[in-house]
């Protein structure tokens, strides 16, 4: 079954600092959806209380994976991982000093994905046949576009049902960022995934967005259900393109 994942009126931030003021969205199954967002707005804020790192002071996030919903406040991180739900984190975070197939199995966290290890790592390295030809190469040793697709094989190797991808395009050239975009709409239609994506790279991520949600000092700003009502948006042309 499909998988969706439900936020309603979040409140958020860190200590007494309050970061998120009433954040609803919604990502349905199977569908890919953008969160924009310059620095500083609450795009990785928000990311991370999905993920169970920062606790919100109200609000809900439902996740609803084969059928059946889970409340994820309250949960720890890993829970949050066993449930299926998969992070590529901004700036990767991978461990540089271990080699390729060791990050990737640090990935399969999970029983469910242990159980399929082997599977998970053949699927891996189809998907990504540089990590294949470099599965001996400490990561650390990579380019920024190698890593990046270590930083989503990692995640596939959970075998999740939802991929929460944060700031693909950071640190990267402009044509690592297209590849990059690529590869994660490949990987949704391949194994059927729903994606939430924050990003700031607006040409880049409607190109596979379904539709999309901007946050300006910690409030959903605009919501737009498809890439043209997007386009359409004065706030997106003013601050997006430049119009």
Avoid: W
């Amino acid at each position: 079954m499909a998988s969706s994942i439900r936020v309603d009126n979040i409140y958020a931030g860190y200590g007494s600092v309050r970061v998120l003021h009433n954040v609803s969205l919604n990502v349905a199954p199977r569908e890919t959806v953008t969160l924009l967002g310059t620095n500083g707005n609450g795009k990785s804020t928000l990311i991370k209380t999905i993920m169970g790192v920062v606790r919100p002071t109200s609000g809900r996030i439902v996740a609803t994976i084969d059928g059946k919903d889970y409340d994820l406040i309250g949960k720890e991180t890993e829970e949050i991982i066993d449930l299926g739900v998969a992070l590529v984190p901004e700036g990767r975070r991978l461990f540089p000093r271990l080699t390729v197939e060791e990050n990737l199995l640090l990935g399969a966290y999970r029983p469910t994905a242990r159980a399929r290890l082997k599977d998970n790592m053949a699927y891996c390295y189809e998907a990504f046949p540089r990590l294949a030809e470099r599965r001996s190469q400490l990561a650390g040793t990579m380019s920024g576009g190698e890593q990046q697709m270590l930083a989503l094989g990692r995640a596939l190797m959970s075998a999740p049902s939802i991929l929460i991808v944060d700031e693909p395009s950071v640190g990267l050239a402009p044509l690592f960022v297209s590849r990059t975009i690529d590869m994660i709409a490949q990987l949704k239609e391949r194994y059927h995934l729903t994606v939430l994506m924050a990003e700031q790279n607006f040409t880049q991520a409607m190109r596979i967005a379904d539709k999309g949600y901007v946050i300006v000092h910690g409030e959903i700003a605009f919501r737009g259900d498809s890439p043209e009502e997007m386009q359409r948006s004065d706030l997106i042309r003013q601050h997006y393109l430049g119009m």
